[in-house]
């Protein structure tokens, strides 16, 4: 069973196996955890971007997918970048939300990662509503098939943190 947990504070400090990263579909880096993630993590982690996009996803990656890349600098072993839907107020983007983290989960699987730190994806330039967001983030993770024994949600300040602790607490039963 996934044990989730909530910190307050940057996710480039977390040490866990893999980290995941919202990034945008150029997989080039950005704002926000992005730019972060790259800033700290260095080169390293943007060349294997690179080398991604030019091997396997000429197009970008597609919203709601994810795919890992080795965490440079940072005190990971992996970074999980996924692309977070940007919030509609005409089309339900939820199940792409979704997708995200049991995407990142997966490939955490896949790499024997069992320890996770996660982002609140969509929440920041994608404009994703917090207490939305961290609704399906948890239920999400809750009930994903995962060998994962920590999902840390990493929130970036306290706003965030008390919508995902409302968002746990409120959680209905598995
Ligand atoms: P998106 O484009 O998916 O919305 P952002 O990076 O703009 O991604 O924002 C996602 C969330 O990450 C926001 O809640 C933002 O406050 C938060 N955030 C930004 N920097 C960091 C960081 N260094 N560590 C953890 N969370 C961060």
Redesign the pocket.
């Known amino acids: 069973m996934t044990n989730i947990t909530l910190a307050l ?4 400090e977390q040490s866990v196996d893999a980290v995941v990263n ?1 990034a ?1 579909s150029s997989l080039l880096g ?8 790259h800033r700290r993590g260095g080169s390293d982690i943007l060349d294997e971007c690179r080398d991604l996009r030019a091997s396997r996803y000429g197009k970008g990656l597609p919203a709601g997918q994810a795919v890992a890349t080795t965490a440079g600098r940072l005190p990971a072993r992996w970074v999980i970048h996924t ?2 839907p ?1 919030f509609s107020t005409t089309e339900d983007r939820s199940a792409t939300l979704a997708s995200c983290y049991r995407e990142s989960l997966r490939v955490a699987d896949e790499l024997n990662a069992l320890t996770v730190a996660f ?10 509503p ?1 207490d939305d967001a961290a609704r399906i983030a948890l239920t999400t993770v809750r009930d994903a098939d995962t060998a994962v024994t920590e999902a840390r949600f ?4 306290q706003r ?1 943190y008390d919508a995902f602790e409302t968002a746990l607490n409120a959680l209905p039963p598995a």
């Open positions: 504070g940057d996710i480039t919202a945008n950005g704002g926000g955890v992005d730019g972060a993630i692309v977070g940007v982002p609140a994806v969509s929440t920041g330039v994608y404009r994703w917090l990493v929130l970036f300040d965030a």
